[in-house]
């Protein structure tokens, strides 16, 4: 009997030390990618050829963890620990506004500066703002600055900031992944309508 009184302590012990070495799994990593897709009937107005340079992007916009802040006018901005961009988003809005072009401009061929052409015109972005904010009102934050250069003579034709607000139906990333999706395509749309005839 006193055998036995000894041994259940023991046990005790033992399923009390297991249990605390065992953690609960650890959420799953996401990843989200862009995909800017134009409506019917826009048309570019370049041709030649048309280098995308990869978007300059400063602190949390530029990395790969989704951004988000809380509420209407909150300064503290956070981003997610499990859900990510599938490339980090300088290369991502360079990639889809690349694509975006081809699809509009079937006459200019469209070039990154990895390929070493030496193109007719360079198009380059800034990512100011790329953010879900969270909140009674959920929405999304896009903020772009694009310009356009003719190189033969080293002259800007154009150079514009492009922000879009975009309402979204529930709290989820995925939700503010197609919203932002969205004001992409709203911002490319009104890019490439604002590019002078050249």
Not at 53 to 63: M, N, P, Q, V, W
Not at 80 to 94: A, D, N, R, T, V
Not at 110 to 124: A, G, H, K, N, Q
Request: contains cysteine; glycine residues 6%.
């Amino acid at each position: 009997m006193r055998r036995r009184a000894r041994q259940f302590p023991a046990a005790a012990l033992l399923l009390l030390f297991l249990s605390a070495c065992t953690q609960p799994a650890l959420p799953e990593d996401h990843f989200y990618r862009l995909g800017a897709s134009p409506a019917q009937g826009i048309s570019g107005k370049l041709a030649g050829v048309i280098e995308v340079s990869r978007f300059i992007a400063d602190g949390l916009a530029g990395r790969r963890p989704i951004v988000y802040t809380e509420g209407g006018d909150s300064r503290e901005v956070q981003s997610y620990h499990y859900h990510f961009w599938s490339e980090p988003p300088p290369i991502m809005l360079q990639n889809t506004l690349v694509a975006y072009l081809r699809a509009t401009m079937p006459g200019a061929q469209l070039v990154t500066p990895d390929m070493r052409v030496e193109p007719d015109f360079i198009i380059s972005g800034k990512i100011r703002r790329l953010e879900q904010v969270l909140g009674p009102a959920g929405k999304i934050d896009l903020a772009l600055e694009l310009a356009v250069k003719r190189t033969r003579d080293d002259k800007m034709i154009l150079l514009r900031p492009y922000a879009v607000t975009v309402a979204t139906s529930n709290a989820t990333v995925a939700e503010a992944v197609r919203r932002i999706n969205q004001g992409l395509n709203a911002i490319y749309a009104k890019f490439l309508s604002e590019i002078p005839a050249r």
